[in-house]
């Protein structure tokens, strides 16, 4: 297991921790976090991570009456979770600012600060929704020479972490950070083994360039190859269930897929509006695999129906997508039909002003020759068929992984376009292919071909929603902004159910 010595029993790393604290080893000292997870009216998540065994608490109070001092339950530090905890603040107040700190086996950790939290209001039947900011961005690679490919360091402008975080730490409004994949980068040995794997996400923890932006405002993530497992990784990655293992380690999302579905896909709401993370590898197949010709002959049909083995493959129940079978044995999928039909009945009970589904990979840039949904046509056209016959108003895509920041709009005939941010690199290299510099798919001045993170601002009175996008600089110098009406994300008239 990451970060643990095979046999070590929970009953042994427990009474070791007791014995930490009891003064029997130097106390344990944060060496990660801590990060603001996910975040409501009346809780809040924080994970932390330390370098030794002890215990774990956070001390809390509201800004305003430090007198209301109160303690969440201690959580045991142990080797068998790599020495982090998730701790969870209840019983807050809505709408209310409050202050918190580490303590390590009762003593206020090491070299931190009082850090800042604010509940959301409870607005449902009680007032309007609040204008609030999601910060955004993919790509970040912190440079570690020693184990980094021979030559110029791949990654650079970490100050770029600094800017977010100052940013949304003077923003009078709720804000969020959303990570959308790629978030560290594993290099080849650390794929080499489950225990490397862990070590590299402990490093970029630790890292000092990210501590401000993870304590500045609630962090969410979903995964993309980097941080999947190799480039290009597909669903046959050796070490998957670790990789999903550690996500759930040292991210504070409110979820980790379904009891009888695994991978890191989730939801939350902000206000009124609901966001979708999407996991784009767990499903997935190699995005160069050979399509089966659609072309029906009598014969395949006949031994689909005769050999079929379960319901999925059985002439009457086969299922089909874009038109064409998925013939015996072919299954080229991005996010998987059980993944999908979660996210369509997920999109017809929400009842948000905007719909935000966000993927590590591409999904409507056709011009993209790389990693994307355009290379699975079939699962891709047959969503948006659906998405289209469901009438869904106020459905928009929030994308990483191309090392570019464009704004993509997909043109419909019989509905309102469907809009794309890619938002790409933080830290990692950055660059546009030729070949694409001319998409005609591209909103006109969205092409950002250097290091960078974007801002969607949600503003306005309930019948007057707009979102405004921005894209910012390193240092947080605004690069291009536009805004979209929750009007012209809504179905035309005539379309309308």
């Known amino acids: ?47 932390l991570q330390a370098d030794g065994p002890g215990q774990a608490q956070i001390e809390y109070w509201p800004e305003q009456d430090a007198a209301q001092r109160r303690l969440s339950a201690p959580r045991p530090l142990t080797e068998v979770e790599d020495f982090s905890a998730r701790i969870e603040l209840t019983g807050l107040a809505p709408d209310t600012r409050y202050r918190y700190a580490v303590l390590l086996d009762g003593q206020r950790a090491s070299g931190t600060e009082a850090f800042p939290l604010r509940t959301l209001p409870a607005w449902k039947w009680r007032g309007q929704p609040a204008d609030f900011t999601v910060y955004m961005g993919s790509c970040a690679y912190l440079n570690d020479p020693d184990w980094d490919r021979p030559g110029k360091p791949y990654g650079a402008g970490e100050e770029i972490f600094g800017a977010i975080a100052r940013s949304a730490a003077h923003q009078p409004q709720p804000s969020l950070m959303l990570w959308l994949g790629d978030n560290l980068y594993f290099r ?95 499903y997935r197949a190699s995005d160069t695999t050979v399509e089966p010709d659609n072309e029906i002959s009598w014969w395949q049909e006949f031994k689909n129906w005769a050999i079929g083995s379960n319901q999925w493959t059985r002439l009457l129940g086969r299922r089909y997508m874009g038109g064409g079978p998925l013939w015996l044995g072919e299954n080229k999928t991005l996010f998987g039909p059980a993944q999908l039909d979660w996210l369509k009945q997920a999109l017809i009970g929400s009842t948000a002003t905007f719909k935000v589904v966000a993927s590590g990979s591409q999904l409507f840039n056709d011009a993209n020759r790389f990693e ?126």
């Open 1 to 47: 297991m990451p970060g643990g010595r095979p046999g070590t029993c929970p009953a042994a790393l427990l009474a070791l921790s007791l014995w930490a604290v009891a003064g029997g080893a130097p106390a344990a000292q944060l060496s990660g976090g801590p990060m603001l997870g996910h975040v409501t009216g009346r809780t809040a998540g924080i994970w």
């Open 188 to 282: 080849e040995t650390d794929l080499e083994s489950p225990w490397a794997m862990n070590a590299r996400y402990r490093m970029i923890r630790a890292h000092p360039a990210l501590g401000p932006l993870l304590s500045a405002a609630p962090n969410y993530a979903l995964w993309d190859d980097h941080d999947y497992g190799p480039n290009n990784g597909n669903r046959a990655f050796e070490f998957k269930d670790t990789s999903a293992r550690l996500f759930r380690r040292y991210w504070a999302n409110p979820g980790y897929g379904l009891e009888d579905l695994p991978g890191v896909f989730t939801r939350f709401s902000l206000f009124d509006v609901e966001f979708f993370l999407l996991d784009d590898r767990t």
């Open 372 to 497: 994307g949904w355009q290379n699975f046509k079939g699962e891709r056209e047959a969503f948006v068929e659906w998405l289209e016959r469901q009438k869904i108003d106020g459905v928009l895509f929030l994308s990483g992984d191309r090392h570019h920041t464009e704004l993509i709009k997909r043109e419909r005939k019989k509905a309102y376009p469907l809009y794309e941010l890619t938002c790409s690199p933080l830290s990692a290299g950055a660059g546009v292919p030729d070949a694409e510099r001319d998409n005609a798919q591209r909103v006109e001045g969205t092409l950002v071909g250097q290091r960078n993170f974007c801002s969607l601002e949600v503003s306005g009175p309930p019948d007057g929603r707009q979102l405004t996008f921005r894209s910012h600089d390193s240092q947080g110098r605004l690069l291009w902004e536009r805004q979209l009406s929750a009007r012209e994300l809504s179905m035309p008239e005539g379309e309308k159910p």
